[in-house]
């Protein structure tokens, strides 16, 4: 056994492969299994084990992908958002750096084991945060490593579906080749947030990850597949963005001087502009109740909770929120002003993420597994679930 973050994990005797399905929403999941698209999938669900768990708040992919290698909330791990206004450099940075984790992963507790680990995420600033440098590369930034497990193709765009199937065909390669006894694989939600649930486009993503899965299965490895967090459909009846600017909201209240950081924030922000459901609020030496009770009586803002009560009912950092962190509601994005969103390409719809309603995500596994009257409540649950099976 290793012991990462108070949590005790099994060092595993055979393969494993533990997959991030990034933006899988349960609704996706839903409907390829109502169509039988996806047999292995549906064989997982029938014969191993189903059931939607939380991600955690804001449901942003940095924050959930360090909690699934560290089997820990953000407040153990640090890594409050993609983005964060830092006070000591009073400057948003993005929080891709491996100096931003405050806690191990499982992933080189199982290295320092003797066990062999590989990493292998979609985009590169992912890898960055969670793998180790020698066992670990992304579809972005292959190396020697990755093109020689997918040699029939380079590396993909970013923006593309097969940017996440080029994950999925890379981990199976090192797993075929018994180049690795652990894998860790991240894929990209371009598609999902590009598409929503029933689109062709869609149902045909889930199909070709169908085919992947099975690809890893037939390599003997306990399969366990997770998702960091949902999405949801941001855009008002006429099919345009659903946003609420909270810095021109702000400047028109208080004047100016009140920092709006949005977490979603990441080098890719092509396909939501930079727009999700979490925003953090810096009203620097301002009492911040005032900015609350604006934000509170705004149509579309589900909660606005002051620091110490956010970070205790979401287990953050509460040096790395904000002094007000604000949740919206299912169908709106949070922004800052208007003038600082590129909207052109999410002008004929906007799908996205961040707040609650994007929290339930699906744990899949192709294992039954006992009751033991601890059922997985967390995506980060995954890895004690698949280390631990037989
Ligand atoms: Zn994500």
Redesign the pocket.
Known sequence: MIEVNHRRYAVPKSPRAIVCL??SDPAYLDDVLRSARVPTLARFTREGTFAIVNSVVPT??NP?NVSIVTGAPPAVHGISGNHFFDRAANADVPMNERSYLRAPTILEALQAKGVRVLSVTAKHKLVKLIGAEESAFSAENPGELGRSLVPDRAAPDVYSADASLWVLDAGAAALERGLADVVYLST??YVQHKHAPGAPEARAFYEAIDLRLARIERTGAVVALTA??GMNDKTKPDGSPNVVYLASLLDRALGPGTRVTLPITDPYVVHHGALGSCAMIYTSDRDPKKAQSILESTPGIDFVLPRSEAAARYALPPDRIGDLIVLSSRSVVLGKHEEEHDLSHVERGLRS?GGLHEVSVPLILNRRLEKTGHEPRWNYDVFELALSSP
């Open positions: 990034d933006g942003f992919t959930n990209t939600d960091d967090h993420h």
